[in-house]
């Protein structure tokens, strides 16, 4: 234990464009599974504060949504929910794709790539306009020459919002530690806001439905695009120390529905499989977990949804 009189403790949140690494970032300055991390950009719906140690500072981890430009309510929610995020923290870190960023300008770019860049010039263009100052991470970094990092870098800091730079690996761990003594740094001083030993702020039955979503994604990521969401409709705790979990995959269209559960529904068992073993992992207890598949076209309507996982419903 740090005496009280030395301890600090605050926010620090990371913003960036969808698949920029946040959720890595978060999970690895943690050092533990605070956000769900797929291959699908835009996984991140709503701020989940992961809580990380570093001396006598606690950070308080805000994975903001990325940041794009919206075209649904949906959008417009998680979009207001990460400048949200932004605005309260007493630090904020802009966490760009270095290797897409360059890519985006040359002729091997995607479209992902330069949709990416388009992202970043938004988020740049609102920080000047709000005159906020931030910390910028270059990530996967992995592989990239020193001079073009530094090259870009240079142009990056040309936009004058940025305090100082870092390069990291989310993925490898490059470069974080620096940056986590940096935020640990930037904590005012106070009394730690958690205990400890505890790893995140998430309400257990959103993390069990962002768990199963996560699932979701891995298996059918490719038929299946963002049209999926997960509730946790019960959550009861049984005499013997287990967990009675049920659960609804709500999906668009009645199209969507077999490819959920799959031939025999040996999909929906493996995505129940693989969210109960991590629950029994994360929770450190027996799981018994129920999954149902139903088709909403207006889940992306569900007052109760946004309030499920903290988003504005009117924004």
């Given at each position: 234990?740090?005496?009280?009189?030395?301890?600090?403790?605050?926010?620090?949140?990371i913003i960036g464009a969808p698949n920029a690494g946040k959720s890595t970032l978060v999970n690895r300055l943690t050092g533990s599974k605070v956000s769900i991390v797929t291959q699908k950009v835009q996984t991140t719906r709503f701020p989940v504060r992961g809580i990380a140690m570093e001396g006598d500072a606690?950070?308080?981890?805000?994975?903001?949504?990325?940041?794009?430009?919206?075209?649904?309510?949906?959008?417009r929610a998680m979009v207001a929910s990460a400048w949200g995020g932004a605005e309260d923290a007493d630090v904020v870190v802009h966490l760009i794709d270095a290797q897409s960023h360059i890519d985006s300008?040359?002729?091997?770019g995607t479209a992902a790539d330069r949709r990416s860049a388009?992202?970043?010039?938004?988020?740049?263009?609102?920080?000047?306009?709000?005159?906020?100052k931030v910390i910028l991470a270059l990530n996967k970094i992995d592989g990239m020459r020193r001079d073009t990092l530094l090259a870009l870098s240079q142009k990056l800091f040309?936009?004058?919002?940025?305090?100082?730079?870092?390069?990291?690996?989310?993925?490898?761990g490059d470069g974080v530690e620096d940056l986590k003594q940096r935020l640990a740094r930037s904590m005012p001083k106070g009394p730690w806001l958690y205990p400890e030993d505890q790893a995140a702020d998430v309400p257990v039955r959103v993390l069990a439905a962002e768990i199963t979503r996560e699932k979701v994604y891995l298996r059918v990521h490719e038929e299946l695009p963002y049209s999926a969401v997960v509730e946790t409709t019960s959550f009861e705790d049984r005499a013997d120390g287990s967990a009675r979990i049920e659960q609804t995959?709500?999906?668009?269209?009645?199209?969507?529905r077999p490819i959920v559960l799959?031939?025999?529904?040996?999909?929906?068992?493996?995505?129940?499989?693989?969210?109960r073993e991590e629950?029994?992992?994360?929770?450190?207890r027996q799981v018994h977990l129920f999954l149902t598949v139903k088709v909403d076209p207006k889940w992306q309507d569900s007052r109760a949804l946004y309030a499920q996982f903290g988003l504005d419903f009117d924004v």
């Open positions: 234990m740090t005496d009280i009189e030395n301890q600090r403790a605050g926010f620090a949140a606690q950070i308080v981890m805000v994975d903001t949504p990325g940041i794009f430009t919206p075209r649904r309510r949906l959008d300008e040359g002729r091997e388009e992202d970043t010039e938004t988020i740049i263009a609102n920080l000047q306009a709000t005159q906020t040309e936009s004058g919002v940025y305090e100082e730079v870092y390069m990291i690996s989310a993925a490898n995959i709500y999906v668009e269209r009645e199209s969507q799959g031939k025999g529904g040996q999909t929906l068992k493996w995505i129940g499989q693989k969210a629950l029994n992992d994360i929770l450190g």
